[in-house]
């Protein structure tokens, strides 16, 4: 007869462990009723197609947003006296400061182009008619707030980049009749730069993060977990049943798992990007100086379409009871405020339109719906073309200095210059081609849709 062993250390710690897993399970679920609710979650259903996971990326770059930029508050400073000195610090001195304020940048950059792509899927699909309306108006708002965003994180450097961008939204502020003095010292309290910077701090750290950490859940997780996913045309018998049919794995293992592999690509992607490319070395900008030239830096791209459209606008100017208004620089910012509120209520116009009001579970191809895939087409390429502006600047003149006093710096080098004669001409041809271009796409893209569907 077999003397029985005692288990050895590791199998009874894994023994007691399991057991302390269950008795904690068991009495969690005796007072919260967890596995009623959680254990047929577990087996929802998610689509397998790649182009659904383009939210879950905006959403990995978001966690990383938020994570990299607490690391930079405890060491930012917001006075505008130290701004950029504590930038600069960060960046050279802090252990890990520009690996941090890069991860941050392109996190930032990943999460506006993802959020772009995203909604372009739901766009271009359909995937925003009813019952999805909220999901679509809530992703417009998100769309929104991560633009402003992102145009108060570049300004707070305080270097001559930022506070450049800072006068130039100023500019616009004053344009403004009646109210634009009033709004401009709200903004600024009192003259440029004022206690600009602050403010902007207080709006970039806690106002809009706040708002989206609860507009970002509400949107991907708890309406899109809610309602019944949609579904690719990928069979004859899933049309037949008007999307009634649930297809795609279950949640867990499937779909956590592809979720994990999603979260790991994109923190890997957005770490080589910080660590192997440099952006925004505030250090060569130097700190504001109110007569020096801005740097030949671009806009990002996502803040290029207003650049550049303010450089198509003519400098209009009409006298009107002794007050010169600027119609020129409204033309701009009315454009990103027409396009948002038609993007906000899309879903309601197409219905009034087409006189749809059935639920939808099954996805468009683009070619079976080919007005919108051609509004879609022309919207692009509109913004194309003003993105296109902002990559042309004019040689700056020769600056002299009086005699006696030491030569100016020269204005640095932008990425194209041209003669003042052929900048014209660019300016005239983009003028031209942001009206023709988007109606010659429009057309060429309903045909060739018309001519691809069944």
């Known amino acids: 007869m077999a003397t029985p062993t005692k288990p050895k250390r590791r199998a009874r710690i894994v023994t007691g462990s399991a057991k302390m897993a269950r008795d904690a399970s ?23 197609h790649w182009s659904f996971l383009l939210g879950e990326l905006a959403l990995y770059s ?30 050279l001195e802090v252990r890990g400061g520009l690996l941090m304020r890069q991860l941050h940048h392109w996190s930032a950059t990943v999460f506006v182009l993802a959020i772009v792509a995203h909604l372009c899927r739901v766009f271009f699909t359909g995937a925003f008619r009813k019952p999805r309306e909220l999901t679509w108006m809530l992703g417009v708002v998100l769309f929104g707030l991560v633009l402003f965003e992102s145009f108060l994180g570049v300004s707070l450097p305080g270097d001559q980049l930022a506070m450049t961008g800072l006068r130039q939204a100023q500019g616009v502020l004053l344009s403004i009749p009646l109210v634009g003095t009033y709004l401009s010292a709200f903004v600024f309290d009192g003259g440029f730069p ?25 949107h991907a997780l ?33 779909f956590a798992i592809k979720n994990g592999a999603t979260a790991l690509f994109t923190i890997g992607a957005i770490a080589a990007l910080a660590t192997f490319v440099r952006v925004n070395p505030v250090w060569e900008h130097g700190a504001y100086n109110p ?23 003519p400098p209009w100017e009409i006298v009107v009871g002794g007050y010169v208004l600027q119609p020129g620089l409204w033309i701009p910012p009315l454009i990103l405020t027409v396009f948002f509120g038609v ?16 639920h939808h579970h099954l996805l468009d191809r683009p070619s079976q719906a080919p007005v919108r895939t051609a509004a879609g087409v022309a919207v692009i390429t509109f913004f194309t073309v003003l993105w296109a502006g902002m990559w042309v600047s004019v040689i700056p003149p020769v600056m002299r ?17 041209v003669a003042p004669a052929t900048y014209e001409m660019i300016v005239v041809g983009l003028r031209v081609a942001v009206f023709v271009l988007p109606v010659a796409a429009f057309l060429v893209t309903r045909a060739v849709c018309r001519r691809r569907s069944p």
């Open 291 to 313: 007569g020096a030239y801005p740097p030949g830096a671009q806009p990002f791209w996502y803040f290029g379409v207003l650049d550049g459209a303010q450089r198509l606008v």
């Open 222 to 254: 708890i309406l899109t977990w809610r309602q019944k996913h949609t579904e690719r045309r990928s069979s004859r018998r899933e049309t037949a049943a008007g999307g009634r049919t649930v297809t795609g794995g279950p949640f867990f293992p499937y």
């Open 62 to 91: 978001f966690v990383l947003l938020v994570l990299t930029g607490t690391f930079l508050t405890l060491f930012y400073k917001p006075n505008p006296d130290v701004a950029y000195a504590s930038t600069v610090e960060i960046s």
């Open 401 to 417: 200095s009086a005699p006696g006093f030491p030569q100016p710096p020269p204005a640095p080098p932008a990425l194209l210059t």
């Open 343 to 358: 993007l906000l209520l899309y879903p309601f116009l197409e219905r009034r339109f087409t006189g749809d009001g059935d």
């Open 194 to 218: 004022g206690n600009v910077i602050p403010r902007i701090f207080v709006t970039h750290v806690l106002l809009v993060p706040g708002i989206l950490l609860a507009v970002v859940p509400l």
């Open 26 to 48: 068991i009495y969690l679920d005796d007072r919260l009723p967890f596995a009623r609710w959680f254990r047929p979650q577990l087996r929802k259903l998610f689509p397998s």
